[in-house]
């Protein structure tokens, strides 16, 4: 059973592949500030990172970050803030070490 406290009623999901070879600054910069970053904006709940089992066809780490949020219209402040278009800056240094999708939705059902 999911405690309730670590609900949420919205959530962003960040698929990621990692060069397995070259991706360790990636992944420090990603554990030892993005995340912790994000979860300074308004509305964020928890964040979660969960290393996937399966790599990608090519052989690169697979990633799954979850983020949970108090609702979309928080959501949209972030991607629409200083803070996001500030992470799209630094990402550019790891351009080549890391493939990224992402997602996003309304929580329409909890079963426990």
Known sequence: MVERSHL???LYYVLLDVDPKK???????L?????QDVLTHP???WAR???LDEPAEDGWKKLLIVYGINSREDYQIYKDSDLFLQFKEECKQFEGLYRVQRFSGQVDLVLD
């Open 23 to 29: 991706g360790d600054p990636f992944l420090k910069w």
């Open 49 to 51: 990172r969960v290393p």
């Open 8 to 10: 949420a009623p919205f």
């Open 43 to 45: 509305g964020f709940m």
């Open 31 to 35: 554990s030892g500030k993005h995340i």
